[in-house]
């Protein structure tokens, strides 16, 4: 994983449009997006189920209001903090293409945080993801359009 690329604050139907960055040597593999290179997304949503199994690992889906994603929570992460279905959460994580079909995204979870007691939390993702995109995103994608 290479952090020194940015976490791409986004609505999970947009991962759809990725495509496999090109190679470089000495680079970790990554996807493109609105002509930047990145391998996490992060994203807020409802938590439709959260499902762990012994080991502590999770499978959960959540709605970001755009698509369906599939999250893997390892058991670090899961320690201590299960996520309940109903909870309002933002998630920071590699973005696995290879496991993503259609609109669905799959998502390894790197960071998780609740964020259901945050009364205006979703107008505020979308104004920050609207933000971003207009602030960030856009300026690439004109500068480097697609070939």
């Known amino acids: 994983m290479d952090y020194t690329l940015a976490a791409l604050k986004i609505f999970g139907s947009q991962l759809a449009g990725s495509t496999e960055a090109p190679s470089s040597e000495g680079s970790s593999p990554a996807q493109m ?3 930047i290179r990145f391998q996490r997304a992060w994203m807020q949503g409802v938590l439709l ?4 199994n012994e ?3 999770g499978r959960l889906v959540l709605d ?3 698509c369906v ?3 893997f929570v390892l058991p ?3 320690e201590g903090r299960r996520r309940l279905a109903g909870m309002y959460v933002m998630v920071i994580g590699a973005y696995i293409a290879e496991q993503s079909k259609d609109n669905y995204p799959a998502i390894k979870v790197h960071k998780m945080v609740d964020l259901s007691d945050q009364p205006d939390r979703e107008a505020m ?3 920050e993801v609207a ?3 207009n602030l960030f995103y856009l300026p690439f994608s004109v500068a480097s359009p697609p070939s």
Do not use: I, R, V
């Open 131 to 133: 933000e971003a995109y």
């Open 76 to 78: 670090k992460e899961a």
């Open 69 to 71: 994603a599939e999250l």
């Open 33 to 35: 997006l609105f002509g």
């Open 125 to 127: 993702w979308y104004m």
């Open 49 to 52: 189920s959260a499902n762990y």
């Open 64 to 66: 970001d209001g755009s």
């Open 55 to 57: 080991s502590g690992e």
